[in-house]
Structure formats: structure tokens, C-alpha cells
T-cell receptor
């Protein structure tokens, strides 16, 4: 079946540091890939997505590129801020799966001054 | 923006009791809602898909008689954990599809602890 593997947290960075959160997936067909973010006390929010190979999703300075050859969708940001502290979830939706999502375990990011 | 309200955010109960979790779409109609569960250090796992006015569709391995789902209106779905046991302690989260634009929104989750 489908699965998503993402790096374990927590990840602690200083403000303005470079962020990478790794995500790899296993799926049949050609899934859509997503990164969701959950700020404390709030629901998961869609951060960015990519629907086909080599697509790059971007939002709020975060980027992730759909790499079919390595089945990866790593999340990156060049300079993190304290306000980026949250839990980040990588997810996929199988072709034809509608809004049914398969999630990774989530990675907690803490950014310090 | 669209908001999904999930209540309660945290509940502690005794073994054998039932717990109800509510998921409301506050400013849109949701024909479909999803219920997920997350055990510590594991992925969010889909438990069931709930369609308004019909029976929920449960994922393999999820006991439908234990996890009762009711989606009686376009803005409310409830998950009742019946006769809860310590192994049911988990983080439960709902999501809802906006019927107008098919966007997906999540609640903030419920941490259930069964003593």
C-alpha cells in the first residue's frame, strides 16, 4: 500500500538557518504530494503541493520539488523564522483517491532566536 | 477563511466509558468528512470516510461498532469511541471537504486519554 516516510523530529534551528525536512514515499501510479503545517492549537493547513513529476510547490518561502526518480518531496526553506515553529506533515493522495490522504509521522520544528 | 472546529481538544476518561468528539464546519457545507487517528511516533491513519446522510465507510482494521460515526447534517460529524480502553488513547483529527470548492480543511484534533 501507499506510505510516506519523513524524518523524525524534533528539529531545532536558530533563526535564519536553512531548513530541510526529508520526505520519501511509496505509491502505485502517480500520486499528488503535499506538505501540511500544524501550528500550536490549530488544524492542519495546506502549505504547498505538487501534482506531477518535477513540479515545484512553494508558499511562504517554503519549497518542495516532486522527484519521481528518487520518490522524494523534501521541504526546504532558506531562512527560518521563530513563527515557522510548528509540526510539518508530508502526505500523498493517490491518483483517483480524491481527498484521501496518506500521511507521514510529522516533524516538529522549533526555531529559536 | 474556512474553519473546522473540533471539540473537545483534550479528554480524559475512565476505561469502559464512551466519548463523543464533534467536528463542525463553521462557514461551509461539508458533504464529506474524514476521521484520522495518530498514535505516538506514528502516521496519521485514516479511520473512516463520512458522507452526510449515509453510513460511514471504514478503513480495514477499524471496528465500526467501536468507533461510531454520525454525519447527520452538512456541518456536523461526530465520532463516538464506545467502551473506551487504554489502547484507544490516541490523537483523533477530523477533516472536511468544502462542497463548493472541494478544498480540504482540518480540525485541530482531540487528544484522548483513557485511564
Amino acid at each position: 500500500g501507499d506510505s510516506v516516510t519523513q524524518m523524525e523530529g524534533p528539529v531545532t534551528l536558530s533563526e535564519e538557518a536553512f531548513l530541510t525536512i526529508n520526505c520519501t514515499y511509496t505509491a502505485t501510479g502517480y500520486p499528488s504530494l503535499f506538505w501540511y503545517v500544524q501550528y500550536p492549537g490549530e488544524g492542519l493547513q495546506l502549505l504547498l503541493k505538487a501534482t506531477k513529476a518535477d513540479d515545484k510547490g512553494s508558499n511562504k518561502g517554503f519549497e518542495a520539488t516532486y522527484r519521481k526518480e528518487t520518490t522524494s518531496f523534501h521541504l526546504e526553506k532558506g531562512s527560518v523564522q521563530v513563527s515557522d515553529s510548528a509540526v510539518y506533515f508530508c502526505a500523498l493522495s493517490d491518483q483517483g483517491g480524491g481527498n484521501k490522504l496518506t500521511f507521514g509521522t510529522g516533524t516538529q520544528l522549533k526555531v529559536e532566536l | 477563511g474556512a474553519v473546522v472546529s473540533q471539540h473537545p481538544s483534550r479528554v480524559i476518561c475512565k476505561s469502559g466509558t464512551s466519548v463523543k468528539i464533534e467536528c463542525r464546519s463553521l462557514d461551509f457545507q461539508a458533504t464529506t468528512m474524514f476521521w484520522y487517528r495518530q498514535f505516538p511516533k506514528q502516521s496519521l491513519m485514516l479511520m473512516a470516510t463520512s458522507n452526510e446522510g449515509s453510513k460511514a465507510t471504514y478503513e480495514q482494521g477499524v471496528e465500526k461498532d467501536k468507533f461510531l460515526i454520525n454525519h447527520a447534517s452538512l456541518t456536523l460529524s461526530t465520532l463516538t469511541v464506545t467502551s473506551a480502553h487504554p489502547e484507544d488513547s490516541s490523537f483523533y483529527i477530523c477533516s472536511a471537504i468544502n462542497a463548493t470548492n472541494e478544498k480540504l480543511f482540518f480540525g485541530s484534533g482531540t487528544q484522548l486519554s483513557v485511564l
